[in-house]
């Protein structure tokens, strides 16, 4: 996030996760708590699509964590919802078969994306592995039925992995993704969703001996995402 709001309850009390919402879920809010500083284009981007990215950063038990997308690129906000105020939840893979808007299928991040759930019937897929589904402003897109997405955007998609990984498969994964997004005429960014936190699919299927994960005590450098326990450090990811 580019800027960020100031947590508005104790830190000391904050918890690491919340099982009811997870990194990219995508909520519909009843309101947006207004915090000091807050960026003057906060307020008509939340009346235009009153949804909010879940973020990975600690939080109140009584609190979420959240992102607020506006128009530009440079236009992210964290900040922090009450979660009496969250209508909806939803995730990534609830977008994965989703239709676009009428006359934006052939925006190519959303060629891809059709070209991906096509590949979720065919067993030799490595895609038909996983859980997955889209986030970033394709997902948005597809949940707020707010035109969001353009020619240049990138398509972000959240791969559910909770069990370990083999960096073959994750090397076939990635070829399969990228040879689509060619395709397309798009960049296709796969972040894998591991016990430890985010970890980019690229770094894994490279097989460097440590790679980054990021949860909501911030990024660490680790050797195994799906180890039992690890101790994660500082910072909002």
């Not at 809010?29 to 284009?41: Q, S």
């Not at 078969?97 to 190519?108: D, N, Y």
């Not at 707020?144 to 959240?158: G, I, N, R």
Request: with cysteine; glycine share 6%; proline share 8%.
């Amino acid at each position: 996030m580019r800027v960020c709001a100031a947590p508005p309850f104790v830190t000391e009390r904050a918890l690491s996760c919340d099982a009811r919402w997870r990194p990219h879920d995508l909520l519909r809010l009843r309101r947006l708590p207004a915090f000091d500083d807050e960026p003057v284009w906060v307020r008509a981007a939340f009346e235009r699509a009153p949804y909010v990215v879940v973020r990975r950063a600690l939080a109140d038990e009584d609190f979420v964590a959240i992102g607020v997308r506006g128009v530009e690129r440079a236009e992210r906000y964290g900040t922090w919802a009450q979660a009496s105020d969250i209508v909806t939840v939803v995730p990534p893979e609830a977008l994965a078969q989703t239709a676009p808007l009428a006359g934006r299928a052939t925006l190519p991040p959303f060629a891809g994306l059709s070209a991906l759930s096509a590949l979720q019937s065919d067993a030799a897929s490595p895609l038909a592995r996983f859980v997955w589904g889209p986030t970033g402003s394709a997902g948005f897109e597809l949940a707020t039925q707010m035109p969001t997405v353009t020619e240049s955007s990138d398509l972000d998609l959240l791969i559910r992995t909770p069990e370990p990984l083999a960096q073959d498969l994750a090397r076939a994964l990635l070829d399969q993704l990228q040879a689509l997004a060619k395709r397309a005429g798009t960049r296709v960014d796969a972040q894998l969703e591991t016990p430890a936190g985010g970890v980019a699919l690229t770094e894994w299927a490279a097989g460097k001996p440590r790679v980054m994960t990021r949860d909501a005590r911030g990024p660490q450098l680790i050797a195994n995402p799906w180890a039992a326990a690890h101790t994660a450090h500082g910072g909002d990811a």
